[in-house]
């Protein structure tokens, strides 16, 4: 079994049912690290329960992504936790602030449609000097499955942190895995939410000539330091995308 996005790698092997003594090898990136920047905003957050006590947080948090997508000129994709925090931020928020060709991805969407949306972003990156927004949802068929190399993608926003819903499901599985192996929360929230970051991360640096930012827009980000080593935190976001960029 061989992916860029296993870790952690003892829950991938356990849910997997391989043998505990199974061989697991994580190698270096061969990518130079200084192409790829990872930060966090530590002033704003997706945490439900703070959203809906403070309302300047998501002001803070639209702020921070028209800013970035407005300042600079190269094809950004804003990745949203789910289809119902996208559809909070388009109630709330006017996306005709984003001063270049915003692009949206819809629940409903049929293949062949979001083929043609990824097909005009990218064509979009040849154009110097504009470039285009892409509104997206992490976990989905853009952050896990689409290759975006060279300018075709050159800044990535992270909305929030993509803990799973706490359904019933999800409640089940966590007991599941507490009982067999005494790391419910780690193996049914943790390893997921990893994976999603890993996912959506990668979509940034595809050649060793690529380069490329990714930043999360949730305080909590730092708990997933073991999976994301070159995290920083950012006090100023816009002088440290224009550091690599």
Known sequence: HMSGTLEPLEEYRDSMGLPSHTTLTAFPSPFPKENRKL???????????????????????????????????????????????LSLFQRNHDFSDINKSVLLEEQQMSQTALMDLVSDFKSQANNIGIGATLFSVIGGRISEGMDFPANQLEIVIIVGIPYPKPTARQRGLQRYYETKFRKGWEYTVQAPTARKLLQAIGRLIRDKTDKGVAIILDRRAPRFKQYLRELEKSTDVMKDIESIL
Do not use: A, G
């Not at 639209?62 to 000129?73: D, G, L, R, T």
């Open 39 to 85: 930060l966090y905003v530590p002033d704003v957050t997706t945490k439900y329960s703070e959203l809906m006590k403070d309302d300047t947080i998501q002001k803070r948090m639209w702020e921070h992504i028209s800013k970035i997508c407005n300042k600079f000129p190269q094809n950004t994709i804003v990745f949203f936790p789910s289809y119902n925090t």
